[in-house]
T-cell receptor, first 116, second 112 residues
């Protein structure tokens, strides 16, 4: 089956710093990458969608200048939380997909971000 | 538009009892439907999916779900619960929005 890794799995940072989260699809090519955030005891909320080599499309209410997404290759995408604040503390999950809509999405193990 | 409603944010069953987790959806086009399981501090694992083939779908770990168009439902069942089934379960729809929309989740507790 598809293997997706995220690094780091947990990160604690001070308010005002930036944090980069990496998502790798280890055995398939991710033409599309979805980034979700999940607050405790809640569902996954889509933050943005990116296609390899293109700018990401952000969902309403998600600040594109705060959550920088790079999808420069078919196996790597990064999410950078800039100038993090405590309210950004959450569980971030990447979800790569190969091919077009309707193909299966796979999910990374998630990154727990805590901003002090 | 598309949406998913999971009835019951918490479900408790005894070990060996039937598991029933409810999911209703709306979609303006024929949907694909999914059930995922999430263990604490982990990502999502696909349990099963419906993609317009057989309406009764069998998944991993003994779970199955039945697509009922007339009821717009896709309930998840397992005949006999195990302690290891305790987790959060999410129903999701892929429909007119051409992206996954998740339900609010159901926490399953299995009592010894």
């Amino acid at each position: 089956g598809a293997v997706v890794s995220q690094h780091p799995s947990r990160v604690i940072c001070k308010s005002g710093t930036s944090v980069k989260i990496e998502c790798r699809s280890l055995d398939f090519q991710a033409t599309t990458m979805f980034w979700y955030r999940q607050f405790p005891k809640q569902s996954l909320m889509l933050m943005a969608t990116s296609n390899e080599g293109s700018k990401a499309t952000y969902e309403q209410g998600v600040e594109k200048d705060k959550f920088l997404i790079n999808h420069a290759s078919l196996t790597l995408s990064t999410l950078t939380v800039t100038s993090a604040h405590p309210e950004d503390s959450s569980f971030y999950i990447c979800s790569p997909r190969t091919g077009g809509p309707g193909n299966e999405q796979f999910f990374g193990p998630g990154t727990r971000l805590t901003v002090l | 538009a598309q949406s998913v409603t999971q009835l019951g944010s918490h479900v408790s069953v005894s070990e060996g009892a039937l598991v029933l987790l409810r999911c209703n959806y709306s979609s303006s086009v024929p949907p694909y439907l999914f059930w995922y399981v999430q263990y604490p501090n982990q990502g999502l694992q696909l349990l099963l999916k419906y993609t317009s083939a057989a309406t009764l779908v069998k998944g991993i770990n003994g779970f199955e779900a039945e697509f009922k168009k007339s009821e717009t439902s896709f309930h998840l069942t397992k005949p006999s619960a195990h302690m290891s089934d305790a987790a959060e379960y999410f129903c999701a729809v892929f429909g007119s929005a051409r992206q996954l929309t998740f339900g609010s989740g159901t926490q399953l507790t299995v009592l010894p």
